[in-house]
């Protein structure tokens, strides 16, 4: 895994490198791996090839901007 992105406005949201360890180990033992993006789904490939995408999908036609 990377760590991306800017962490000075928040130093204590860094994953340690303790954590980044934690979490590859989980990726590479577990049975299926769920990723919320293509992106994530990408990166957890690179340890487990049993990954699926399950998005958070807003249905547009039930719930519309309130300003167009």
Not at 47 to 65: A, G, S, W
């Amino acid at each position: 895994y990377e760590r991306g992105g800017d962490y000075s406005c928040a130093p204590w949201t860094k994953p340690t490198d303790k954590q980044m360890e934690d979490c590859k180990s989980m990726t590479v033992s577990a049975d299926l791996v769920v990723a919320r993006s293509s992106y994530l789904a990408e990166q957890c490939r690179r340890f487990n090839e049993n990954v699926e995408v399950i998005t958070d999908p807003v249905d547009t036609n039930l719930y519309r901007p309130i300003h167009a």
